[in-house]
């Protein structure tokens, strides 16, 4: 059974402050990554995916993977408001015929406090 | 590009009603899911069709979902009859697939079905 843990929240940090968010899957056969930030009543939209081990950065926004710690994270830098949602972790894996399959974990409700 | 397209919107049945959902994937993307989200819950995988052929339906209920993709493009998933644990949104999203892309899934808006 594949599973994406998250801590569900809420984590609350101050505007301009870094907001940092994890979670660990358990499928080592897990091939690459996704978070994606859900707003309230709206469906998933992609923020970043990951493939290799270490940082990879995208605006305000860094991925870190450890595969042989099997972590995940996300770090968001300089806060908004407008950062408030739900962040949701994904684990793929190729699920045969050249397509993929994501697990996704419960996720994380972030509040930016202005 | 048109994004990926479901309808309706909303839903709102009496238990053991049934109930259809339609989904129209990205032009091109060969792969579709049918995801279930509880309120409070990451998206659950349903069915992944790729084309017109099922990849994975182990976690779909049988005795009471079904899906098809037929022409494999747009699809449908039905409930039959409908229980109230089956109130959820239910997501589609539609992929190019690991090799012709990233692997990303694209969602629709969502069917957000009561069932009282």
């Known amino acids: 059974q594949k599973e994406v843990e998250q801590n569900s929240g809420p984590l609350s940090v101050p505007e301009g402050a870094i907001a940092s968010l994890n979670c660990t899957y358990s499928d080592r056969g897990s091939q690459s990554f996704f978070w994606y930030r859900q707003y309230s009543g709206k469906s998933p939209e992609l923020i970043m995916f990951?493939?290799?081990?270490g940082d990879k950065e995208d605006g305000r926004f860094t991925a870190q993977l450890n595969k042989a710690s099997q972590y995940v994270s996300l770090l968001i830098r300089d806060s908004q408001p407008s950062d408030s949602a739900t962040y949701l972790c994904a684990a793929g894996w190729d699920s045969g015929a050249g397509s993929y399959q994501l697990t996704f974990g419960k996720g994380t409700k972030l509040s930016v406090i202005p | 590009e048109a994004g990926v397209a479901q309808s309706p919107r909303y839903k709102i049945i009496e238990k053991r009603q049934s109930v259809a959902f339609w989904c129209n994937p990205i032009?091109?993307?060969?792969?579709l899911y049918w995801y279930q989200q509880i309120l409070g819950q990451g998206p659950k995988l349903l069915i992944q069709?790729?084309?017109?052929?099922?990849?994975?339906d182990s976690q779909l209920p049988k005795d009471r979902f079904s899906a098809e993709r037929l022409k494999g493009v747009d699809s449908t998933l039905k409930i039959q009859p409908a229980k109230l644990e089956d109130s959820a949104v239910y997501l589609c999203a539609s992929s190019l697939g690991r090799t012709a892309g990233t692997g990303e899934l694209f969602f629709g808006e969502g069917s957000r079905l009561t069932v009282l």
């Open positions: 069709f790729q084309n017109n052929g099922v990849v994975d």
């Open positions: 032009s091109g993307h060969a792969t």
């Open positions: 990951i493939y290799s081990n």
